[in-house]
């Protein structure tokens, strides 16, 4: 029941209607956070300013967050020109690499607002220590963009 809850709200953001950040749960599989979070910063701005990397960072795991500062240091990360291609894009797909029971590597093929192609190798880990986040696969790194081609 508690999955469908959290598909139904991934739909909601989709579409763009006012939702509340979805927020990490163990039963949402490694794959799933990732396809969340890009979905968000496919509509950066619904429903409102920023919201997409809001949601984002709701999934950044607790060392991640460690270093990239609070929210407001993770939004000027994402907006600075080396990860700015996301906010926006047109198209992504996500390829699994290696699927792990406590680690797993995707590589992300990202198609950005000027058609331009970029790859992102994404990593999530399970959370481990005890707290609100334990068991919850979190994103704990993604590399800087390759620019991969033009679309046509």
Request: aromatic content about 10%; hydrophobic content about 35%.
């Given at each position: 029941m508690q999955k469908i809850l959290y598909i139904i709200l991934f739909f909601l953001i989709s579409l763009g209607v006012n939702a509340e950040m979805i927020k990490p749960d163990p039963t949402i599989s490694s794959?799933?956070?990732?396809?969340?979070?890009?979905?968000?910063?496919?509509i950066n701005n619904s429903p409102f300013e920023d919201a997409g990397i809001e949601q984002t960072w709701e999934f950044a795991h607790p060392n991640n967050r460690k270093s990239t500062g609070p929210l407001n240091n993770f939004i000027r990360m994402i907006k600075n020109p080396s990860y700015a291609m996301m906010i926006n894009h047109i198209d992504h797909k996500i390829i699994p690499v290696e699927e792990k029971e406590t680690t797993s590597y995707y590589f992300v093929?990202?198609?950005?607002?000027?058609?331009?192609?970029?790859?992102?190798?994404?990593?999530?880990?399970?959370?481990?220590?005890?707290?609100?986040?334990?068991?919850?696969?979190?994103?704990?790194?993604?590399?800087?963009?390759?620019p991969l081609s033009q679309a046509s």
């Open positions: 794959k799933d956070v990732i396809s969340i979070q890009l979905k968000a910063l496919q093929e990202l198609t950005d607002v000027n058609g331009k192609k970029y790859g992102f190798e994404w990593t999530v880990e399970k959370v481990s220590e005890d707290g609100e986040f334990k068991d919850c696969w979190m994103t704990v790194g993604v590399s800087r963009p390759m």
